[in-house]
């Protein structure tokens, strides 16, 4: 236990500490500047259009880090030493998926206030925006280790491995986006499930593809 809680440090550290972290946020938060220019002055579009470009954007800079998520504790061994040492790979995906959760989670519901200001979203949609996105971070951080898992080795594979998640994440992006249309109501219902699914999922899927590294 106390190795799994040196490895959930050990990420946090490395994701605080390096300023990799940011990359992701700023590029959400470059998404957000960027989208009006696109769009132009029409503001009840951009209002209207705004959440769905928020959800896309969160979901590219969940995948943004994948390289620094596995890569490096597979090249030191680390992997190694906790399977040598009996622990599933199942339950070191779990950490990690736990460590990323709120490493790259916090950064992203603090960076949501600003973006959706320039975007146009009024007080409500900004509720129901970080509802929807503090539901989804769970699943979100699943969906990158598990892609960094699939290509850990693999140099420069992150992109590679978000062509392969961005699938699963269709859903996400369906029932978050509609849960900012009025008649939407259920959709809350089906994001939570979807999350929770793909968040129970993830480690599972992660830990066999852990195993498959060192095989």
């Known amino acids: 236990m106390t190795a799994l809680i040196a490895l959930f440090w050990r990420d ?10 940011w990359l992701p946020v700023l590029f959400f938060l470059l998404v ?7 769009v132009g002055p029409d503001t009840p579009l951009l209002r209207r259009a705004g ?7 969160a979901l590219l800079a969940a995948l943004l880090p994948i390289d620094r998520l596995v890569r490096p504790d597979k090249d030191a061994g680390v992997l190694d030493q906790l399977a040598v040492r009996g622990f599933a790979d199942e339950v070191i995906a779990a950490v990690k998926i736990a460590a990323h959760a ?3 989670g916090l950064p992203l519901m603090i ?9 146009a979203q009024d007080g409500s949609r900004v509720e129901l925006l970080a509802t929807g996105i503090a539901i989804a971070v769970p699943a979100l951080a699943s969906l990158a280790v598990l892609s960094a898992s ?13 062509l392969l998640i961005l699938p699963l994440a269709v859903p996400m992006l369906i029932f978050g986006a509609g849960m900012l249309d ?6 809350i219902k089906l994001l939570a ?3 929770l699914l793909l968040t129970v999922i993830g480690p599972f899927a992660a830990g066999a593809a852990l195993r498959g590294l060192r095989e």
């Open 51 to 57: 959440g769905g470009m928020i959800w896309v954007a």
């Open 193 to 195: 499930a979807t999350s």
């Open 182 to 187: 009025p008649s939407g109501r259920g959709a």
């Open 12 to 21: 946090l550290r490395r994701a605080w500490g390096s300023g990799a972290l």
């Open 150 to 162: 699939l290509t850990a080795n693999h140099k420069g594979g992150s992109a590679v491995g978000g």
């Open 32 to 38: 957000a500047t960027a989208f009006p220019f696109a």
């Open 111 to 119: 960076a949501l206030f600003p973006a959706a200001a320039l975007l």
């Open 102 to 104: 709120i490493a790259f």
